[in-house]
Structures are given as C-alpha cells and as structure tokens.
C-alpha cells in the first residue's frame, strides 16, 4: 500500500515555466487537498477536493490549477511560476472527510529562480 | 481573524525532561482538532486527534493531548521526551462548519539533546 506519493520530490524551474505537481493515493480517499509550507507560516491550503470532478480554492490558490477527474490523482499546475511560489509542497488525502485527519505524502520542495 | 496560534517557535529540552507544547486557537463553534509531527526530512504524520468525548486524548509515542474548550486550547504533553522526538510539531483545527478546510499552526520546532 503506497499511500500518497508525490513527484517529483525535487524540482527547479525558471521564472515563467509551467509545471504540473504530481498526487496519487491507492487508498481510494474521497478528499485530497495540497498544501504549501513555508517557514514560520505553517501549512497553507492551496487547493482541495471533496471527490473526482470537484474541486475548490483554499486560502492561497492564485497562480496555481487543480483538476480531479479520478479518485486516485490530484495534479496541481502552476502556470507560470514565480520565484514567490518556491516552497515544499504537501499533497494530502482522507477518508470520509478530515475527521480521520490527513494522510500526506512526502512533499515536493520547488525552487524558482 | 480567526487562527491557530503555537506560541513556542522553538523549544530546546533535554532527554527525560517533560514536554508541553501550547496551541490555541481562535474559531467558534465545533472544531476537531488534531497534531502532526514533521521528523526532519519526512512529511507530516498523525500524532494525535480530538474529535469528541474525554478532551484528554492519548497518540502515539507516549504523546497527549487535553482539549480545553474554555481556553480555545489544545496543548500537547509528553512525560519524557527522548532524542527520537527531535522534530517539527504543528496543531491543527477543522471547524465543523467549513467542511473541509483544515487550518495549520505555524509550528513548534523541538531539539532534544542528548
């Protein structure tokens, strides 16, 4: 049981550059959500979704695109990176809603430069 | 604006000292409430979780956690903590009334020495 992975874990990108996040759960989990950590401010939600074909913003979502047309996957997409957006990015899923808390997966640390 | 406050960025104890780790919170209503712990290198993982009941709930590796509703507050104990436990801790809150959002402390960083 793989759980939440993430790819790539490392990723550099140029300011302007598109890319896309990768998120896959084997745990068939209705929510996935991705976060943003940055230091001294905690975890931030970018975006997340209750089931495949919904989606919804979190608190910091501009510049960044989701999509859920699976249960397993959750892409996130940045547009055309900034250096703001470098940080280590968090995919995370749950079962039955967050009662059962997160799992997460083990992160993507971008740098744009 | 309602938030999760960790008070203590950094926090430095040595082995076999006691650990108490304070969060507090600022949203009204029901919330569950939860604290994850970040080992270096590794992405967060469960410790602990308060969704109703008896407020003092026990994780993992010896961790608790008491909820006190009065006080907004969810602070996290461990009798002894172990060099193991070098690690970044952050608290959690999932107001009932947002559904889905889950809303992160800014962490507490602890070092235990040897």
């Known amino acids: 049981n793989a759980g939440v992975t993430q790819t790539p874990k490392f990723q550099v990108l140029k300011t302007g550059q598109s890319m896309t996040l990768q998120c896959a759960q084997d745990?068939?989990?209705?929510?996935m959500s991705w976060y943003r950590q940055d230091p001294g401010m905690g975890l931030r939600l970018i975006h997340y979704?209750?089931?495949?074909?919904?989606?919804d913003q979190g608190e910091v979502p501009n510049g960044y695109n989701v999509s859920r047309s699976t249960t397993e996957d959750f892409p996130l997409r940045l547009l055309s990176a900034a250096p703001s957006q470098t940080s280590v990015y968090f995919c995370?899923?749950?079962?039955?809603?967050?009662?059962?808390?997160?799992?997460f997966g083990s992160g993507t640390r971008l740098t744009v430069v | 604006a309602q938030s999760v406050s960790q008070h203590n960025h950094h926090v430095i104890l040595s082995e076999a000292a006691s650990l108490e780790l304070g969060c507090n919170y600022s949203?009204?209503?029901?919330?569950?409430l939860f604290w994850y712990v970040q080992y270096p290198g590794q992405h967060l993982q469960l410790l602990l979780k308060?969704?109703?009941?008896?407020?003092l709930v026990k994780g993992i590796k010896g961790f608790e956690a008491e909820f006190i509703k009065s006080k907004f507050s969810f602070n996290l104990r461990k009798p002894s903590v172990q060099w193991s436990d070098t690690a970044e801790y952050f608290c959690?809150?999932?107001?009932?009334?947002?559904?889905?959002?889950?809303?992160f402390g800014t962490g507490t960083s602890l070092t235990v020495i040897p």
């Open positions: 959690a809150v999932n107001p009932l009334n947002t559904g889905n959002q889950f809303y």
């Open positions: 745990m068939n989990h209705e929510y």
């Open positions: 995370a899923s749950s079962y039955e809603g967050v009662n059962y808390g997160y799992t």
């Open positions: 949203y009204g209503g029901t919330v569950n």
């Open positions: 308060y969704f109703s009941g008896d407020p």
């Open positions: 979704s209750v089931g495949a074909g919904i989606t």
